[in-house]
């Protein structure tokens, strides 16, 4: 961290700087880092068939820069040498969403990938046969690998906790429940309490399951539109983790949906005429004595509040290129051609991108409105931290316009918002010089083929 970041904080926030091991520069946050120290993945092992003596098989897996699971099954003997890792082609971290390999890599080697701790859990769909491990990638000096969004998640975290902060966030996704005839002709709205009960065992087995792969989920919301719902997860300052889970509910809610006869579509605009689904994110920061550094009245908001949120608002057009991955996504942020859904900042309110919202004042926190539900969360969750280093860094606190104006002007067009991404120095400095080239041309590669296809609607106007 450099000297301007420790001068930009202390005016606002007291706090010795931690003398950390040198091993937390390889990208490990303080947690994972003691998990570490403590964990031994042999003993994680015995412990499992201990507990799962039927076990046959184990899926090891990474999950790739769109968030899909990418990996293969091996014999329950294998689970006996996990603690030594496998290898996987490099270029998992190349292929777009259709599996395709979109950006050249100069060669295409294997990289041993070793079990993240802790991560060892039943498969759902057959809990007492299967086992799931999530692995992690090594580059070839045996540093975390610099395309892996994990890892990418785990070295912006460790930036702030080099210096006694520690980000805390509270995931809510969005998506719809279609597949028998109308999407839930008895939905009434926000909140109704029978539209959920009408797929009651539904969710029911999803929290079941959730509880078995320890993903906490701790609600499922009504939305507004029929069939939409809301999966929350608690909060939480193990980050990465958090998203660790954001990616199995998504995978665990399609399983469980499946199994009663309908489909879970986490689409960021599944339909055109009704809502979008997002990726919302609370987050604050906590001090090493674990209290909130935002808590403040809600018309004095703290300096560091102030500060994280102008940041947000500086880099947030170059962020929409990875909160809206894809074409679809870019449907859900624009209400017309030139006109974007969400605007600045504001108190309460869901038409803004950045939602400060009703709470105690020792409960401060920011809610980021913009990613699409598709999006990958460990790269909106670094991108939304790179927002707040990047206030704490380089923004004086007057700089923070009036709630609910409609600046930034945000990018509406997935073209436009790659250039905006890929001439932002401090965001792409802060995800990684070789993810961004990825990340860049794997979208563009997208982008074109999309471009290609003739829509039916076009052949109707013929």
């Known amino acids: 961290m450099n000297a301007f970041f420790l001068k930009s904080l202390r005016p606002y926030f ?31 092992v015995a412990d ?35 603690e030594k890792g496998c290898y996987f082609p490099l270029s998992v971290y190349s292929m777009d969403q259709k599996g395709k390999i979109a950006a050249p890599l100069y060669d295409e080697p294997d990289r041993l990938c070793v079990p993240v701790a802790g991560s060892l859990r039943p498969c759902p769909q057959d809990p007492e046969h299967t086992a799931q491990i999530l692995l992690t990638m090594k580059d070839s000096d045996g540093n975390p690998c610099p395309l892996e969004p994990r890892a990418i998640l785990q070295n912006v975290v460790a930036r702030f906790q080099q210096h006694g902060l520690f980000p805390v ?29 009408a797929h009651a065992a539904l969710f029911d087995e999803l929290e079941q399951l959730a509880h078995l792969q320890r993903i906490p989920l701790s609600g499922v919301v009504a939305e507004a ?16 983790e958090v998203c660790d889970n954001v990616l199995a509910l998504r995978r665990l809610t399609r399983y469980v949906a499946e199994k009663h006869g309908l489909q879970a579509n986490f689409m960021a605009k599944p339909f055109s005429q009704l809502s979008g689904s997002g990726l919302h994110i609370h987050f604050s920061l906590n001090n ?62 869901r038409s803004a991108a950045l939602r400060i919202p009703c709470s105690e004042e020792s409960n401060r926190r920011i809610e980021y409105r913009l990613a699409g539900a598709d999006a990958n969360p460990y790269l909106v969750a670094a991108t939304i931290l790179t927002g707040m280093l990047y206030g704490l860094e380089h923004i004086d606190e ?30 792409t400095d802060s995800l990684g010089d070789a993810f961004s080239e990825q990340w860049v041309a794997c979208k563009l590669s997208e982008l074109e083929w999309f471009e290609r296809i003739v829509t039916q609607e076009e052949s109707h106007l013929a």
Not at 16 to 41: F, M, T, V
Not at 170 to 196: K, V, W
Not at 225 to 240: A, T
Not at 409 to 423: D, K, M, S, T, V
Request: glycine share 6%; with cysteine; aromatic share 8%.
């Open 14 to 44: 007291n706090f010795p700087g931690l003398s950390l091991p040198g091993a937390l520069n390889s990208g490990l946050w303080l947690d994972e880092k003691i998990d570490a120290l403590q964990h031994n993945i042999a003993v994680e």
């Open 48 to 82: 499992y068939l201990e507990r799962y003596p039927q076990t046959k098989h184990v899926d090891v897996y990474l999950n790739d820069i769109n968030g899909t699971m990418r990996g293969k099954r091996l014999t329950v003997e294998s689970m006996l040498s996990l």
């Open 169 to 197: 966030i509270a995931p809510e996704i969005e998506f719809y429940l279609t597949g028998q005839g109308e999407r839930d002709p008895q939905n009434q709205g926000c909140f109704h309490m029978d539209t959920s009960s």
């Open 225 to 240: 539109e029929s069939g939409q719902y809301e999966l929350n997860l608690k909060h939480s300052q193990r980050v990465v």
């Open 288 to 349: 090493s004595r674990g209290e909130n550094v935002f808590a403040s009245p809600v018309n004095a908001l703290s300096s560091m509040m102030r500060l994280c949120i102008a940041g947000q608002l500086a880099l947030m057009p170059a962020s929409v290129a990875i909160l809206a991955p894809g074409v679809n996504a870019f449907r859900r942020l624009r209400k017309n051609l030139t006109e974007p859904v969400f605007n600045s900042w504001g108190y309460n309110t």
């Open 398 to 427: 007057g700089e923070l316009p009036e709630p609910q104006q409609d600046q930034p002007e945000l990018p509406l067009f997935q073209q436009e918002a790659i250039e905006a991404f890929a001439r932002c120095q401090y965001l």
